[in-house]
């Protein structure tokens, strides 16, 4: 879970390079784009904002195996740009002793 805790403060802190250091070089982007431009955009939304709170409301880690984790969470983000909250899943997998995404899916 401290995984998910740095992912989610490093979002909160429009820091760009550490956000994008947590997702897999195989990360399966979610409309199938090419990592390329999946991080290109990502780069310039979580630069954006001048503020972003993200937090993670009854996470829940489920283990699959020793290298494959699913985490499950509601999330609620704020900026001065915009406010949601969805139910968001992480698929992660451990490389190196770092855990990292694999895959996020969102909804509802």
């Known amino acids: 879970m ?11 802190n429009n820091d760009v390079a550490a956000y994008i250091a947590a997702y897999a070089a195989d990360f399966r982007t979610p409309r199938g784009e090419p990592r390329a431009a999946w991080e ?6 979580v630069a954006k904002p001048r503020k ?3 937090t993670m409301v009854n996470p829940k880690v489920v ?9 499950t969470f509601v999330q609620h983000y704020n900026s001065d740009i915009l406010k949601s909250v969805n139910h968001k899943t992480l698929v992660m997998t451990k490389s190196a002793d770092k855990w990292l995404i694999q895959q996020e899916r969102s909804g509802g």
């Open 52 to 54: 972003i709170q993200v």
């Open 63 to 71: 283990f699959d195996g020793n290298n494959r984790a699913v985490v």
């Open 2 to 12: 401290t995984f998910v805790n740095a992912w989610a403060k490093s979002w909160s």
């Open 40 to 45: 290109a955009e990502r780069r310039q939304r």
